[in-house]
């Protein structure tokens, strides 16, 4: 059974950086496409990046592009996701998600929620001085 275990959410005020990890367990990492989705009070989950299996590539949504860094660390079963320059906007809880993909790239559909196998229980995040 894989299991995602999300960490380092919290209170930032604006401008500010945090980082978001991601554990998984039950499985080896790099069978696993990752991603990383969010939703805001009264809002619908949205995507946010995604790494392909190995890290060779990378998206993100528009919002994020230039404040946002993806990074994943197989050899400890670990995602990451850098934010800087934080905006009010970003609050929300943040999701990890996983997906086995046989292919060492981002599938198109990367940004659908239903898409994906695993959720974590997701962490929250609060931008706001």
């Known amino acids: 059974q894989v299991q995602l275990v999300e960490s380092g959410g919290g209170l930032v005020q604006p401008g500010g950086s945090l980082r978001l990890s991601c554990a998984a367990s039950?499985?080896?990492?790099?069978?696993?496409?990752i991603g990383w989705f969010r939703q805001a009070p009264g809002k619908e989950r949205e995507a946010v990046s995604c790494i392909s299996r190995s890290g060779g590539s990378s998206g993100y949504v528009d919002s994020v592009k230039g404040r946002f860094t993806i990074s994943r660390d197989n050899a400890k079963n670990t995602v990451h996701l850098q934010m800087n320059s934080l905006k009010a906007e970003d609050t929300a809880v943040y999701y990890c998600?996983?997906?086995?993909?046989?292919?060492?790239?981002?599938?198109?559909?990367?940004?659908?929620?239903?898409?994906?196998?695993?959720w974590g229980q997701g962490t929250q995040v609060t931008v706001s001085s």
């Open positions: 039950g499985i080896i990492a790099n069978n696993l496409l």
């Open positions: 998600a996983a997906k086995f993909f046989l292919g060492d790239f981002l599938p198109p559909n990367w940004g659908r929620a239903p898409i994906w196998n695993y």
